[in-house]
């Protein structure tokens, strides 16, 4: 029974390390490419990427959020927006923090990369 569960919990671990290898986007690879990061820089971009990384719990909120709204009425509505705004704005601190620690350990160089690679789409580029 213990090499079950075993087993069990490595196929699940496996499939979980396979879905976070799948989860770094192309732009992600360009850009850790790009910057050309020390061994010391690297620790920091691991914890970058940790922060930035989409978080299941505020996909299920917004799915949830999304899937309630049309079925209470207006207030309840309207609070159930403002509770999911709130929770939006501490994940956006708790992200821009990572963001403004790992921009600070990069050189002026490589933050000028930074700032060219992640502009946002469509945005003009100089």
């Not at 799915?63 to 927006?81: D, F, G, K, Y």
């Not at 403002?82 to 601190?93: L, N, P």
């Not at 708790?94 to 000028?112: D, E, H, M, N, W």
Request: glycine share 2%; net charge neutral; aromatic share 6%.
């Amino acid at each position: 029974m213990r090499w079950i569960a075993l087993s069990f919990c490595l196929v699940v671990a496996a499939a979980g390390a396979a879905r976070a290898a799948e989860a770094v986007s192309p732009e992600l690879i360009r850009l850790h490419d790009d910057l050309k990061l020390s061994d010391s820089q690297d620790i920091a971009w691991r914890d970058y990427t940790t922060a930035i990384a989409p978080d299941p719990q505020q996909v299920a909120r917004h799915r949830a959020t999304s899937e309630l709204l049309p079925l209470v009425p207006t207030p309840r509505r309207i609070a159930l927006i403002e509770a999911t705004m709130s929770q939006d704005a501490i994940d956006f601190r708790r992200q821009s923090a990572a963001v403004t620690a790992f921009y600070g350990k990069l050189t002026p160089a490589q933050q000028r990369v930074f700032d060219q690679d992640t502009l946002p789409q469509g945005s003009d580029r100089p």
